[in-house]
């Protein structure tokens, strides 16, 4: 497969992912990105700067995470073997970490002393705010008053660990909200503050420095799976909100022919109700957050409500890459709804002893409905890319409300 | 072809006189008071309006504009609507009407037609907020084919090499917002000596086009400190801020023209 094809050649020089992507952001925010782009490059090209990324990914996040294949699953599921990249053991409980360490490095170069990010399911939040803490930044994280309801303990997390929450009650009050929120409050503060955006969605260059700070998952899943088995994976397995878990896994693989990919949209209620999240699967292209993509929306160009038992998949856009991998066809997008995705959760924790955030839960969802589908002779790589301590409390609630899952 | 923005700047100008552009939300708080407030609000004496299509993730504007998009999108504004309002409004007045928006209900509507339904309308010209030069390839043709500009600003935090960049290829006037932060009443005050810099670079790198001053301009008092460095001054909030008070009370549109007339003694 040529770079072209896979599409492992982009973004261009102005952020471009083919026609997606860019920087849709009023001017007054303009230079802050022209700046952080050169800052990027510059620090991207610094062997002292990568060494000190790669040293706090292996002795503060606790790197690599491990390759775990699940043998009761795969037994359970019938079919491929089912290989479960484990993000959840990364420090603070989820792959957002990866991209944190590696922003709050950047903003300590570039001189900046203040944090500022919007989290949905607080995970980011709590990322970002333990990597302040760690350097010793101020740091406020903006949040939709519901995502602050339901993932209570990652507001308490954040509070213990010095940042100041601030609950975002504007328009749906979940994650598009508190992005809207962050950007305003960047507008205002753009000389000195440091917007640390979670996932790979925003102006140019945020979709490309979170790839790159994340890509550390596709590149250690490879190493692992060729050393575990010899062979790469026949399928790689990822959720999909914004994305940053699931390019950070694609991306290394996307010129491997061979290797298949699957994106997990969050289908909510159901993909042909309204209430869903899955922005690739039904949305259309627009512009939100600074950059062009799928998008959900009305007939109007008014952003649509996403839906979704998963805070951090309840988002309308999806990171601009993603829109190019789907056009290319070198990914396909599906969605599980939340019944589905809860019987998931459900299901790893009685036969692996994990329990999975609810977003991971969607991937592992579509990745059990592909092993079925697929002989025992090959592999797939699901990355579960947080823990679901998190949603303990708001789970059980939704469970109740389905029914418990058989296992 | 001499545009209704360009002799609105030409003929101001001769007279020594200074611009009053006003932003409203279009549709706020519904069509039929929308278009009333607008007509008085051009009758007292708003020499360009620049009309907001409201947009459900308005990320430049503070929260006085948003509540304003979120009513006129409950009242049930959409695109078209805005134009039909601009094509009412245009039967009873000759004053420039600036669509200011951000980029995806344009892109949504299919900006050939935009451009065209605009023009037919009798609009004079775009904002887009979220628009960047860099990005603005894909409408420049449709809004060219029609001999329209699009306005291009210019913030505190844009260097002077890239002012260059703004001002070349802009039409219509040159908007500079006076401070960092979304619009409408923020945490700082204005700084009328660091808006005097700040408009001075802008010259020295455009010279062509009128400048208009906009952000956190509030008061007569704010208009008079700061008209005699521009060619114009743009009020938003403040308007907006009369308009959510008085949403659905009579005195709305003679509310609206009182603070203009107020802030016109300023220039």
Same mark, same amino acid.
């Given at each position: 497969?040529?770079?072209?094809?896979?599409?492992?050649?982009?973004?261009?020089?102005?952020?471009?992912?083919?026609?997606?992507?860019?920087?849709?952001?009023?001017?007054?925010?303009?230079?802050?990105?022209?700046?952080?782009?050169?800052?990027?490059?510059?620090?991207?090209?610094?062997?002292?700067?990568?060494?000190?990324?790669?040293?706090?990914?292996?002795?503060?996040?606790?790197?690599?995470?491990?390759?775990?294949?699940?043998?009761?699953?795969? &037994?359970?599921?019938?079919?491929?073997?089912?290989?479960?990249?484990?993000?959840?053991?990364?420090?603070?409980?989820?792959?957002?970490?990866?991209?944190?360490?590696?922003?709050?490095?950047?903003?300590?170069?570039?001189?900046?002393?203040?944090?500022?990010?919007?989290?949905?399911?607080?995970?980011?939040?709590?990322?970002?705010?333990?990597?302040?803490?760690?350097?010793?930044?101020?740091?406020?994280?903006?949040?939709?008053?519901?995502?602050?309801?339901?993932?209570?303990?990652?507001?308490?997390?954040?509070?213990?660990?010095?940042?100041?929450?601030?609950?975002?009650?504007?328009?749906?009050?979940?994650?598009?909200?508190?992005?809207?929120?962050?950007?305003?409050?960047?507008?205002?503060?753009?000389?000195?503050?440091?917007?640390?955006?979670?996932?790979?969605?925003?102006?140019?260059?945020?979709?490309?420095?979170?790839?790159?700070?994340?890509?550390?998952?596709?590149?250690?899943?490879?190493?692992?799976?060729?050393?575990?088995?010899?062979?790469?994976?026949?399928?790689?397995?990822?959720?999909?909100?914004?994305?940053?878990?699931?390019?950070?896994?694609?991306?290394?693989?996307?010129?491997?022919?061979?290797?298949?990919?699957?994106?997990?949209?969050?289908?909510?209620?159901?993909?042909?109700?309204?209430?869903?999240?899955?922005?690739?699967?039904?949305?259309?292209?627009?512009?939100?957050?600074?950059?062009?993509?799928?998008?959900?929306?009305?007939?109007?160009?008014?952003?649509?409500?996403?839906?979704?038992?998963?805070?951090?998949?309840?988002?309308?856009?999806?990171?601009?890459?993603?829109?190019?991998?789907?056009?290319?066809?070198?990914?396909?997008?599906?969605?599980?709804?939340?019944?589905?995705?809860?019987?998931?959760?459900?299901?790893? &924790?009685?036969?692996?002893?994990?329990?999975?955030?609810?977003?991971?839960?969607?991937?592992?969802?579509?990745?059990?409905?592909?092993?079925?589908?697929?002989?025992?002779?090959?592999?797939?790589?699901?990355?579960?890319?947080?823990?679901?301590?998190?949603?303990?409390?708001?789970?059980?609630?939704?469970?109740?409300?389905?029914?418990?899952?058989?296992? | 072809?001499?545009?209704?923005?360009?002799?609105?700047?030409?003929?101001?100008?001769?007279?020594?006189?200074?611009?009053?552009?006003?932003?409203?939300?279009?549709?706020?708080?519904?069509?039929?008071?929308?278009?009333?407030?607008?007509?008085?609000?051009?009758?007292?004496?708003?020499?360009?309006?620049?009309?907001?299509?409201?947009?459900?993730?308005?990320?430049?504007?503070?929260?006085?504009?948003?509540?304003?998009?979120?009513?006129?999108?409950?009242?049930?504004?959409?695109?078209?609507?805005?134009?039909?309002?601009?094509?009412?409004?245009?039967?009873?007045?000759?004053?420039?009407?600036?669509?200011?928006?951000?980029?995806?209900?344009?892109?949504?509507?299919?900006?050939?037609?935009?451009?065209?339904?605009?023009?037919?309308?009798?609009?004079?010209?775009?904002? $887009?907020?979220?628009?960047?030069?860099?990005?603005?390839?894909?409408?420049?043709?449709?809004?060219?084919?029609?001999?329209?500009?699009?306005?291009?600003?210019?913030?505190?935090?844009?260097?002077?090499?890239?002012?260059?960049?703004?001002?070349?290829?802009?039409?219509?006037?040159?908007? $500079?917002?006076?401070?960092?932060?979304?619009?409408?009443?923020?945490?700082?005050?204005?700084?009328?000596?660091?808006?005097?810099?700040?408009?001075?670079?802008?010259?020295?790198?455009?010279?062509?086009?009128?400048?208009?001053?906009?952000?956190?301009?509030?008061?007569?008092?704010?208009?008079?400190?700061?008209?005699?460095?521009?060619?114009?001054? $743009?009020?938003?909030?403040?308007?907006?801020?009369? $308009?959510?008070?008085?949403?659905?009370?009579?005195?709305?549109?003679?509310?609206?023209?009182?603070?203009?007339?107020?802030?016109?003694?300023?220039?």
């Amino acid at each position: 497969m040529t770079p072209a094809s896979s599409g492992k050649s982009y973004p261009d020089d102005r952020g471009h992912f083919g026609p997606y992507g860019g920087r849709y952001v009023g001017e007054t925010l303009m230079p802050a990105l022209i700046e952080l782009d050169q800052a990027r490059r510059e620090a991207m090209a610094d062997p002292a700067f990568l060494a000190e990324f790669r040293a706090l990914l292996k002795n503060y996040v606790g790197r690599p995470t491990p390759l775990d294949f699940a043998a009761r699953l795969t &037994a359970d599921t019938g079919g491929a073997r089912l290989y479960l990249k484990r993000e959840d053991l990364a420090h603070s409980g989820a792959h957002k970490i990866n991209n944190t360490v590696g922003q709050g490095l950047l903003a300590r170069r570039m001189g900046k002393t203040r944090l500022i990010a919007e989290t949905g399911a607080g995970q980011h939040g709590v990322a970002t705010a333990t990597v302040a803490a760690r350097f010793g930044m101020a740091c406020k994280i903006y949040m939709g008053a519901e995502d602050i309801q339901r993932q209570a303990p990652n507001v308490l997390r954040m509070r213990l660990l010095g940042a100041e929450v601030v609950s975002v009650t504007a328009g749906t009050a979940t994650l598009k909200d508190a992005m809207n929120e962050a950007m305003r409050a960047w507008i205002g503060e753009v000389q000195d503050t440091f917007y640390v955006i979670g996932t790979v969605a925003g102006p140019h260059p945020y979709p490309v420095l979170v790839r790159d700070f994340q890509r550390i998952i596709g590149d250690e899943t490879r190493a692992q799976i060729l050393e575990q088995t010899g062979q790469l994976p026949d399928l790689l397995v990822a959720c999909v909100g914004g994305g940053s878990n699931a390019m950070g896994l694609f991306y290394p693989f996307l010129d491997e022919a061979s290797v298949a990919m699957l994106g997990v949209e969050a289908a909510g209620d159901g993909i042909d109700t309204p209430r869903h999240a899955a922005t690739l699967c039904k949305g259309r292209v627009g512009v939100l957050h600074g950059a062009k993509s799928y998008l959900l929306q009305d007939a109007d160009g008014q952003v649509s409500e996403a839906h979704s038992v998963s805070a951090g998949l309840d988002y309308p856009g999806v990171g601009p890459e993603h829109s190019l991998l789907k056009d290319l066809g070198r990914v396909r997008y599906t969605a599980i709804d939340d019944r589905t995705a809860l019987a998931a959760f459900q299901k790893l &924790a009685r036969l692996e002893g994990i329990i999975p955030a609810l977003e991971s839960s969607h991937a592992l969802a579509a990745a059990l409905v592909e092993a079925r589908q697929r002989p025992p002779g090959q592999s797939i790589c699901v990355c579960l890319s947080g823990r679901g301590d998190k949603d303990l409390d708001h789970a059980m609630r939704a469970i109740a409300r389905f029914g418990e899952a058989r296992s | 072809m001499t545009t209704r923005l360009d002799t609105t700047f030409a003929t101001l100008k001769a007279a020594g006189h200074k611009a009053l552009v006003g932003y409203i939300t279009a549709g706020d708080p519904d069509f039929d008071t929308s278009l009333t407030l607008l007509r008085a609000a051009c009758d007292a004496g708003l020499d360009v309006l620049e009309l907001g299509i409201p947009f459900s993730d308005p990320t430049s504007d503070g929260p006085v504009i948003q509540a304003a998009a979120l009513r006129a999108l409950k009242s049930g504004m959409t695109v078209a609507r805005v134009l039909k309002l601009v094509r009412e409004l245009r039967r009873h007045t000759e004053t420039p009407i600036i669509l200011f928006s951000y980029y995806n209900p344009l892109l949504s509507y299919g900006l050939d037609r935009l451009a065209k339904d605009a023009a037919s309308a009798g609009a004079d010209g775009f904002l $887009v907020v979220d628009l960047p030069p860099e990005e603005a390839e894909e409408f420049a043709p449709a809004l060219a084919a029609v001999n329209m500009p699009l306005i291009r600003l210019i913030a505190p935090t844009t260097p002077p090499g890239r002012m260059r960049l703004i001002a070349q290829g802009a039409g219509g006037f040159l908007y $500079v917002i006076t401070r960092t932060g979304v619009t409408g009443a923020g945490a700082h005050a204005l700084d009328p000596a660091a808006i005097r810099g700040e408009v001075e670079s802008v010259r020295r790198a455009s010279g062509r086009l009128p400048i208009c001053l906009g952000f956190g301009i509030r008061t007569a008092d704010d208009v008079r400190a700061l008209a005699p460095m521009a060619d114009g001054l $743009v009020v938003g909030s403040a308007l907006m801020k009369i $308009v959510e008070e008085h949403a659905g009370k009579p005195d709305l549109p003679q509310k609206v023209a009182s603070f203009i007339r107020e802030l016109k003694q300023g220039l």
